[in-house]
């Protein structure tokens, strides 16, 4: 069973950096894509990216100017960084099992990031 | 982008009916949708892939039909638990979602 634990700062101030991570518990990290996804009430879920152990990324277009994802294999942690962030990026962000082209079959706690000067 | 267009929006539903929620894609998938059932404050869960394989545990009063663009997800026998949103979610192209169905009483 793999568990998946995030954690990462909730308010920030327009032109900041949105910095999350989330720990893998359980299962094989090398055998899955591990995915950023965020959710709001005006867009609703919103896919952002993957990583996978290898280290390549995909980020969705809409996004990938200011999105790194990173993967830390050692610590079968991966990690968003979304950088210049809006009021447009308050969101709950959710780490997940899977890629872009993939079911997402385990999800994070979310997390509430509001960004608010 | 492939959009993902779910209705309806809000469903009224009581324990034991049947109900649908219909999910389209702006084009063909083929069978790559899946489903999730959310709860208020929770992550999504995955309930169904590929259109209509149910993800293990999953209560065969869920089923899932379609292909292409047109695709349904159907809740035979209502319980207190099933009352949540669902989320149809393509990955035939890099995944979108749709905007969500709320299951109420």
């Known amino acids: 069973q793999v568990q998946l634990q995030q954690w990462g700062a909730g308010l920030l101030k327009p032109s900041e950096t949105l910095s999350l991570t989330c720990a893998v518990y359980g299962g094989t990290f090398n055998r899955y894509y591990w995915s950023w996804i965020r959710q709001t009430p005006g867009k609703g879920l919103e896919w952002i990216g993957e990583t996978h152990h290898s280290g390549t990324t995909k980020t969705n277009p809409s996004l990938t100017r200011r999105v790194t994802i990173s993967v830390d294999t050692s610590k079968k942690q991966f990690s968003l960084k979304l950088r210049s962030v809006t009021a447009a990026d308050t969101a709950v962000y959710y780490c997940a099992s899977g890629g872009g082209y993939e079911t997402l079959d385990y999800w994070g706690q979310g997390t509430l990031v509001t960004v608010s000067s | 982008d492939i959009q993902m267009t779910q209705s309806p929006s809000t469903l009224s539903a009581s324990v034991g009916d049947r109900v649908t929620i219909t999910c389209r894609a702006t084009q063909s998938i083929g069978k790559w949708l899946a489903w999730y059932q959310q709860k208020p404050g929770k992550a999504p869960q995955i309930l169904m892939y590929e259109a209509s394989t149910l993800v293990e545990g999953v209560p065969s009063r869920f089923s899932g039909s379609g292909s292409g663009t047109e695709f349904t997800l159907t809740i035979t026998s209502l319980q207190p638990d099933d009352f949540a949103t669902y989320y149809c979610?393509?990955?035939?192209?890099?995944?979108?979602f749709g905007q969500g169905t709320k299951l109420e009483i």
């Open positions: 979610q393509q990955y035939k192209g890099f995944s979108t």
